[in-house]
Structures are given as structure tokens and as C-alpha cells.
T-cell receptor, first 117, second 116 residues
Framework: EAGVAQSPRYKIIEKRQSVAFWCNPI?????LYWYQQILGQGPKLLIQ????????DSQLPKDRFSAERLKGVDSTLKIQPAKLEDSAVYLC???????????????FGPGTRLTVL | AQKVTQAQTEISVVEKEDVTLDCVYE???????LFWYKQPPSGELVFLIR??????QNEISGRYSWNFQKSTSSFNFTITASQVVDSAVYFC?????????????FGQGTRLTINP
């Protein structure tokens, strides 16, 4: 079974530029998550989708970050405009859960390492 | 609010030594789940184990074992006879049940280095 796919793996941009990350979850997984992992820290949830609906985006900086999952499968996370403090690894995860249960196990992709200069 | 603390920022041992990674959590819920993930240099978080709050039985999987103690709110992870391939950052995480929105909170991680 194929795992969670993400692209690109690395991205370097200047501040104030825009950038987009793509994620394809494990086939059949209803729930998709985007995390931000700053160097030396644990991942922090940005947004959670169930199918194509947003379940939780309370920690997403909505003035510059946006995400969509139009057909309930793959997803795109965008940053516009980027700031220096956005330098981090952006991880995508998926789980089978249809109800966002605490027991759901999340499976992670390899991440996209973003450097903002 | 839920919180996970991994007090050990870095651990370095020589191959074949046993090593224990500590994890302490805080939650007000009676139903919750605890997880351990491994993050090798490649960056992907690899799922290791999930434990629910009602099951305090210790678990062993090969060289890995987990000790869950509700009385001390701890979920520690031990690697027996460590190997160089075990070198990675290990994360403990806590999940509380909020219907429709799983809240998975991670600790800061412990960087484990196994020296040959």
C-alpha cells in the first residue's frame, strides 16, 4: 500500500513570495492533516479535513495560510506572502477515521522542508 | 489543556546498551490515546505504537517495549540492545476525543544517537 505522498521535498523562497505544497493521502483515508514542524520542536497541527470539509483550522494563520481539499482526496497548502518565521517542515498526514476519533492513527508523509530567505 | 513533556532533549549511548525515553502527559479526559512516533533523518514520522487509557498492560515488540502508568501519567519507551539504526528523533503524542476533530498533541521530541 502506498504511503502519504508530498511534493516538493524541498523549497527555498524569498520572503514575501508565495509557495504551495501538495499532499496525496493513503487511498481510502477520509481525514487529512497538515502540520508545521519548526526545527527542534514537535509537529503542530495547522488544519484538519474530513473528506473535503474543514474540521479544525483554529491554529492556521489565515491571513497568510490557506488550504483546500476540493475532491476529498489530495490537498494543497499555500502560504502567501511567506515570512522568515515560516521556515519549517510541513508534514501531511492521513487517517482512516470518519469521525475524527481520538483512537485514529495518523500516517505521515516525508514532509516538505521550506526555507524562507 | 492537554500537554506532553519529553524532558530528555538528547540521549547518546553506545550500541547494544538499553535506553529509556521518558514521556509525561497531562489531560483532563478519562478517555485518551497515547502514541509514539519515530522520525529518522529522512524526515517522515513513523508510527510505532498506540495505547488507550484503559489498557495499562505493558507492551513488547521485539527490542521495543512500552511502560504505561496512569498513576504517574507516564508512557515510557525502552529500546533493548540498541542499534545504530535506532538513531532518530522520537516523539510521544497524546490524543483526546473530541468528536469530529482529533487533537493530537506532540512532545518536543528526544533525539537519540546510537554510537557504534
Amino acid at each position: 500500500e502506498a504511503g502519504v505522498a508530498q511534493s516538493p521535498r524541498y523549497k527555498i523562497i524569498e520572503k514575501r513570495q508565495s509557495v504551495a505544497f501538495w499532499c496525496n493521502p493513503i487511498s481510502g483515508h477520509a481525514t487529512l492533516y497538515w502540520y508545521q514542524q519548526i526545527l527542534g520542536q514537535g509537529p503542530k497541527l495547522l488544519i484538519q479535513f474530513q473528506n473535503n470539509g474543514v474540521v479544525d483550522d483554529s491554529q492556521l494563520p489565515k491571513d497568510r495560510f490557506s488550504a483546500e481539499r476540493l475532491k476529498g482526496v489530495d490537498s494543497t497548502l499555500k502560504i502567501q506572502p511567506a515570512k522568515l518565521e515560516d521556515s519549517a517542515v510541513y508534514l501531511c498526514a492521513s487517517s482512516t477515521g470518519w469521525g475524527g476519533l481520538a483512537s485514529d492513527t495518523q500516517y505521515f508523509g516525508p514532509g516538505t522542508r521550506l526555507t524562507v530567505l | 489543556a492537554q500537554k506532553v513533556t519529553q524532558a530528555q532533549t538528547e540521549i547518546s549511548v553506545v550500541e547494544k546498551e538499553d535506553v529509556t525515553l521518558d514521556c509525561v502527559y497531562e489531560t483532563r479526559d478519562t478517555t485518551y490515546y497515547l502514541f509514539w512516533y519515530k522520525q529518522p533523518p529522512s524526515g517522515e514520522l513513523v508510527f510505532l505504537i498506540r495505547r488507550n487509557s484503559f489498557d495499562e498492560q505493558n507492551e513488547i515488540s521485539g527490542r521495543y517495549s512500552w511502560n504505561f502508568q496512569k498513576s504517574t501519567s507516564s508512557f515510557n519507551f525502552t529500546i533493548t540492545a540498541s542499534q545504530v539504526v535506532d538513531s532518530a528523533v522520537y516523539f510521544c503524542a497524546l490524543s483526546e476525543g473530541i468528536q469530529g476533530a482529533q487533537k493530537l498533541v506532540f512532545g518536543q521530541g528526544t533525539r537519540l544517537t546510537i554510537n557504534p
